[in-house]
């Protein structure tokens, strides 16, 4: 079966400080990959997601960036973190779909981040 | 663009009670529709999808959601609700573009009266 892995779990940075938060799949090959942030009473925002290794999507321009350096890695990053970067961050995966197709996603435990 | 609605931000039903949770989607095609729960603090765990066929779809934990076209709704349903349901539920429809993307709706807690 198909495990997602997040971490760590919870983080408090200061302000202007890097980020680095991981995101592994097991199980399964080829996956793509997404990042999403939660804020409280938001929703999901997806960040960014990945059809395949170096093939990076950005959905909202912003403070962070993200990585495949792996098939089943998953790397979100920040040079100079923001107090607006506080929130919740999630990992998901899906199988690989050709074109426009749908199937579901699967998350991760996700990862609390407190920007101070 | 898609967009998915849930009107209701909050809502507060007694256990043993009946439950609805409300989501309106927008899509130009056949949406492909999904009903996600979130514990606090924890990842979104899925409880049924709708990609075609009966419009009736069972899902886990005792779900179940009915997707009506000319409404443009996928309205989730318990018959009988437990207090382990309280958490936050979203729905989701698969966005078009490629790389199997999903628009959320902004989400609806739930909380159990004992």
């Known amino acids: 079966s198909q495990t997602i892995h997040q971490w760590p779990a919870t983080l408090v ?33 997806l960040l960014f997601y990945s059809v395949g290794i170096g093939q990076i999507s950005s959905e909202v321009p912003q403070n962070l960036s993200a990585s495949r350096p792996q098939d089943r890695q998953f790397i979100l990053s920040s040079k100079k973190l923001l107090l607006s970067d506080s929130g919740f961050y999630l990992c998901a995966w899906s199988r690989p779909l050709p074109g426009q197709g749908t199937d579901t996603q699967y998350f991760g435990p996700g990862t609390r981040l407190t920007v101070l | 663009a898609q967009s998915v609605t849930q009107p209701d931000i909050h809502i507060t039903v007694s256990e043993g009670a009946s439950l609805e949770l409300r989501c309106n989607y927008s899509y130009g095609a056949t949406p492909y529709l999904f009903w996600y729960v979130q514990s606090p603090g924890q990842g979104l765990q899925l409880l049924l999808k709708y990609f075609s066929g009966d419009t ?18 996928f309205n989730l349903r318990k018959p009988s609700v437990h207090w382990s349901d ?15 993307k999903l628009t959320f709706g902004t989400g609806t807690q739930l909380k159990v009266e004992l």
């Open chain 2, 56 to 73: 009736l779809v069972q899902g886990i934990k005792g779900f179940e959601a009915e997707f009506k076209r000319s409404q443009s709704s």
């Open chain 1, 13 to 45: 940075q200061p302000v202007g400080s890097p980020l680095s938060l991981e995101c592994t799949v097991e199980g399964t090959s080829n996956p793509n990959l997404y990042w999403y942030r939660q804020a409280a009473g938001r929703g999901l925002q």
């Open chain 2, 86 to 100: 309280a958490a936050e539920y979203f729905c989701a429809v698969g966005a078009t573009g490629g790389g199997n």
